[in-house]
């Protein structure tokens, strides 16, 4: 079993998942693209972080799909488009942008020092960051 197939249920075991429907549509995505040459463990990260509401989703569904279309091999468009949201986000959602980016360079999240970010997002980003260490340790 390769590291996308171990994924989901990994992350089922360690109680990553906030109800059923964020389990649901984090195994949609995945179970979609799980053989497109753009998936990474990265990408996986954007999924679930993606998965976490209705609306993040399909925005994740939409891009993927156009990806998929587009014969993608790589994420490098989805991370330019990715920083250009991020530009345009003045609450909260600027910080899942910088996440999504962080996971997608493969790099440490980075809030700053400054960061006044609420509770609850606070929590998402704590979640997703658990996630990211259980996905990065899948072979």
């Not at 994420?75 to 909260?92: S, V, Y």
């Not at 960051?129 to 259980?134: A, D, R, T």
């Amino acid at each position: 079993m390769n590291w996308k197939e171990k994924c989901f249920f990994t992350l089922a075991e360690e109680n990553m998942f906030e109800n059923s429907w964020h389990k649901t549509r984090f195994k949609e995505l995945l179970d979609c693209y799980k053989d497109s040459p753009f998936l990474s463990k990265g990408l996986c990260k954007c999924m679930y972080l993606s998965a976490w509401d209705e609306e993040h989703f399909r925005v994740m569904l939409e891009i993927l799909t156009m990806m998929s279309l587009g014969k993608e091999t790589d994420t490098t468009e989805m991370r330019i488009n990715g920083d250009a949201l991020a530009k345009e986000q003045t609450d909260d959602e600027y910080y899942i942008y910088q996440l999504s980016n962080a996971f997608l360079d493969g790099i440490p999240f980075q809030p700053g020092e400054t960061a006044n970010i609420s509770p609850e997002f606070v929590y998402i980003i704590q979640r997703a960051l658990k996630v990211s260490e259980i996905i990065d340790n899948l072979t």
